[in-house]
């Protein structure tokens, strides 16, 4: 498998719906609650696309451009954007949906970097040699 296949099968794509319970007092979703689901979802991407152990070690500029009212569904999708010897990069957005119509908009977006580690989490190549 080349790496533009490797990039495009390990898209990952998670849709939730928007509860209370995980809004704060404007009705709207909390950016720490979004900034979760976006690196819970770069996570199973940059898993998806070298399948072994990563961890997190940063993430980028992430730009909250939309609200994300309570009772309305938020589609993540995570992409990788660029592969180093032992780390990765992937782009999440999250798209926000209203449930009754087909209202859609891009309302977060960010990156997040991974290294790749093995069981005595020294790191290790991403790819195979």
Not at 46 to 71: E, L, M
């Amino acid at each position: 498998m080349n790496l533009e296949e490797r990039i495009a099968q390990s898209e990952t794509r998670i849709f939730k719906a928007v509860f209370p319970n995980t809004t704060n007092h404007y009705d709207t979703l909390f950016g720490g609650t979004a900034m979760q689901l976006m690196d819970e979802v770069a996570f199973i991407a940059a898993t998806r696309f070298c399948r072994k152990r990563v961890v997190t070690v940063s993430s980028d500029r992430i730009d909250f451009t939309q609200p994300i009212p309570a009772g309305t569904i938020v589609e993540l999708v995570g992409r990788v954007m660029s592969v180093g010897n032992t780390s990765l990069k992937v782009q999440v957005e999250i798209f926000v949906e209203e449930m009754y119509s087909d209202v859609r908009i891009k309302a977060v977006s960010g990156s997040f970097a991974f290294v790749a580690i093995d069981e005595h989490k020294h790191p290790v190549r991403v790819l195979p040699d």
